[in-house]
């Protein structure tokens, strides 16, 4: 695969990755999994990066799933590298200390519904589609939907989708708590996504990390045991510098520019 099949792209602050395989409906095949992953990777660690959009060539796909060509002929044992490094990859996406806002224009199914719910935030056009189709072919989620439809939909509803296989439009998605805004054309939600990153860009880099980490923690922590790290976070923004920029820019009436340290 040429890495064409992924483009990335920085700048004023915001990481753009787009799967570019619209005549694939953006499929996710093993060497598109491995490109996200080293994308992410190249956003994590460049300063000049405070923000990643995630979406999709086209307008009818941000990815329709994993690329059931290379399910042939696979058992249990060659197929755990699939489910394993897309597992990693919705991992990383969820605790990079960068925010991730994802553009769903289209098909988001399967393995491409699971990467969109790893992201902190998601945007959609009317003319997206959620779903888990898995079951369709005999198989189940296997890049984490199973562990992260529950926690933004309830049990109910992600049994539901899981058994069925249904999909659901976009507005069904917003109602359930999938996305967080609904927009009406692809060129409004990748303008709207690019504004919201734009304004995320200029936030408090530490604070934001640890505000993610923090709301992250509440799938994985006990409610006190959360509290402990939200006091132990708090506190440690107050020894940032952005802390005495964004203070003394309300006392002063003024606009804070924070130096993300």
């Not at 969109?116 to 779903?131: E, P, Q, T, V």
């Amino acid at each position: 695969m040429s890495k064409q099949d992924v483009l990335y792209e920085v700048a004023d602050g915001v990481a753009t990755i787009m799967i570019n395989r619209p005549d694939k409906l953006n499929a996710l095949n093993v060497a598109v999994v491995k490109t996200l992953r080293e994308f992410f990777k190249n956003a994590e660690d460049d300063p000049a990066v405070r923000v990643v959009v995630l979406t999709g060539a086209g307008e009818k796909a941000f990815a329709a799933g994993a690329d059931i060509t290379e399910f042939k002929d696979k058992d249990s044992k060659t197929v755990r590298p699939l489910a394993e490094n897309g597992q990693d990859l919705c991992t990383f996406m969820e605790s990079m200390s960068k925010p991730v806002i994802a553009a769903v224009n289209g098909f988001a199914l399967g393995g491409g519904c699971e990467i969109c719910m790893a992201c902190d935030i998601r945007y959609a056009s009317a003319n997206a589609l959620f779903g888990q189709p898995e079951i369709n072919l005999g198989i189940i989620p296997g890049f984490g939907g199973t562990a992260r439809l529950p926690r933004l939909v309830g049990l109910g509803m992600a049994k539901e989708l899981t058994y069925s296989g249904n999909h659901i439009k976009a507005d069904e998605a917003l109602r359930i708590g999938l996305v967080n805004k609904v927009f009406e054309s692809v060129e409004d939600l990748r303008a709207a996504a690019m504004k919201l990153a734009g304004k995320l860009a200029l936030k408090p880099g530490v604070a934001v990390k640890l505000a993610k980490q923090s709301l992250n923690k509440a799938w994985t922590m006990s409610v006190g045991d959360n509290l402990k790290f939200e006091v132990d976070a708090f506190c440690e923004t107050f020894d940032t510098e952005d802390k005495d920029i964004g203070v003394d820019a309300f006392i002063s009436k003024g606009k804070p520019e924070f130096k993300h340290e």
